[in-house]
């Protein structure tokens, strides 16, 4: 087991993958607002939007005037998902700092969402990737479903391993790997940075969790344990979806904050100013954001029973 | 560190301590139908209700008709919580087969929910465990607050350790460990238990966590690890604070199954047949339920995003 690290490094997804879910549509402006707040708090990496089809994600069909209305603070890095090369072209246009490409570790879960196959995702970011270095532009590769496809049940980590380094072999440094699912408990994920084995080290992995059977900080101590030193999370556990009233997103920004504050573990980030920026798509959602963190500090009445 | 458990026991304290916070009045017929659902999922201990006085804890003033109303499975252990002799004369009379009797390890906190010093609390219950004992009615003794006080601050562990002590000495064999707040994170948990290293072991221990800030599942992972077998947890996640919508209340029975089934720990619980009890629930107090698992599983339409 290696030791607790002194600091780790969260990536902000909320604007992406927290609001792609929403069923309530969000004004830009209010978006815009959220990522102002957010890049304040000391965070230090932002996905800020999608420039995907409006017809596949119509909640984010506002990319390119999100990226050309927000204070871009220089310490933070604005990073954009990018389906294809066209979603590219606009990521180039609104000047992101890193764009955010997807492939997923089962062909079905593939088929569903890029209606091609693992192979096919990998052919069609492999230009991308190219072009991007060539413009300075920073590149994260997620690969989702790397515990478990709503499709295909347990994922097979040959492929996760195999994925990994054909990314690797394109020149992506920042790779992300997806507990899409939300089902990981902490054997789950020493299973699978042990099968990176070789290929990437824990301490060069991104790990992205959702919350959605309250598994994720478990599994993130699990991760620190393993040497993971960069999460993603989302602000008030932004996420879910839209379909399911009430099911959790993504791990909560917060409740990381919280978690590795108590640990001594350094975030660099401002959970006071945290909590500030969250509330402001709170209010916009009209609808209570899931963080147990983010609720707990929502009242200073609460009262503890035994 | 130890193996992880084969199995774990979990105590389902959702009528007692989940009720006795809800703001919305349940009928003692929907309680009732919550315990009998509860009896049939292979839970081998419910805590019930509290003999309490009905302006201390209105929310379970009924606690005899509660009694009086259930199907006792012989397979269960129907706890109730006593806070003084007329609450164990009436738990006596009502034929509950185990009480639990209270005090904190907070001098402040004893002072502000029992009216008495932690002295005056042990000397209040020492009388009602010999009686408890000599009447063959089993005895669970709560200490709260181990981790921190919400008057106090961080909890002496000396003090933990000295009531732990004196609680073992009056013949008390069950002792919960209240982490009332819901502050902790895994290495609180961990030097709780080694500050009770020589008085009481883990595996001896009871843990009764609130997921206040979600740090609940990866606290009890941690427990495992240090060789804790019994928990204490509530039905849907029932509890949080009635001033604080939304707050979460104690570890969720749902999530802990979850996260036992998932890693090959037995508890004996029907999963399934736990949701369908929380459901009941969850109608009569007109309020989602905070569980992360049963809210996934409310839901077969949950679409994972990336």
Request: hydrophobic share 40%; with cysteine; glycine share 8%.
């Amino acid at each position: 087991m290696s030791e607790w690290p002194t600091s780790i490094q969260i990536i902000e997804v909320g604007p992406r993958d927290g609001l792609q879910n929403q069923s309530k549509s969000v004004p830009t402006e209010t978006k815009i607002k959220l990522i102002n707040a957010l890049s304040e708090t000391g965070l230090h990496c932002i996905e800020a939007s999608a420039f995907v089809h409006p017809s596949w994600v119509p909640q984010l069909a506002d990319a390119d005037e999100v990226f050309a209305g927000i204070n871009k603070n220089e310490n933070v890095l604005y990073t954009a998902l990018v389906p294809n090369e066209r979603g590219w072209n606009r990521a180039l246009t609104a000047g992101v700092d890193e764009i955010a490409l997807l492939t997923a570790a089962s062909e079905t879960f593939c088929l569903q969402n890029t209606n091609t196959s693992i192979e096919g995702t990998i052919q069609r970011i492999r230009p991308i990737v190219e072009d991007a270095i060539s413009c300075d532009v920073g590149v994260r590769g997620y690969i989702s479903c790397v515990i478990e496809c709503p499709y295909e049940g347990e994922t097979n980590l040959q492929t996760v391993r195999e994925i990994t380094q054909q990314m690797l072999d394109m020149g992506i440094k920042n790779i992300a790997f997806g507990e899409t699912m939300g089902v990981a408990v902490p054997t789950d994920i020493r299973r699978m940075f042990d099968a990176l084995d070789g290929v990437l080290s824990p301490e060069d992995s991104i790990l992205h969790l959702h919350d959605t059977r309250g598994t994720a900080l478990a599994c993130a101590s699990e991760a620190m344990h393993c040497g993971v030193r960069k999460f993603d999370a989302s602000c008030g556990g932004l996420g879910g979806c839209p379909y399911a009233p009430g099911a959790a997103g993504n791990i909560a920004t917060e409740d990381l904050v919280f978690f590795a504050k108590q640990r001594g573990i350094e975030t660099g980030i401002d959970l006071d100013a945290l909590v500030a920026a969250s509330r402001i798509i709170e209010e916009a959602l009209d609808s209570p954001l899931k963080s147990r963190t983010y609720r707990a500090l929502q009242d200073s009445h609460t009262r503890p029973s035994s």
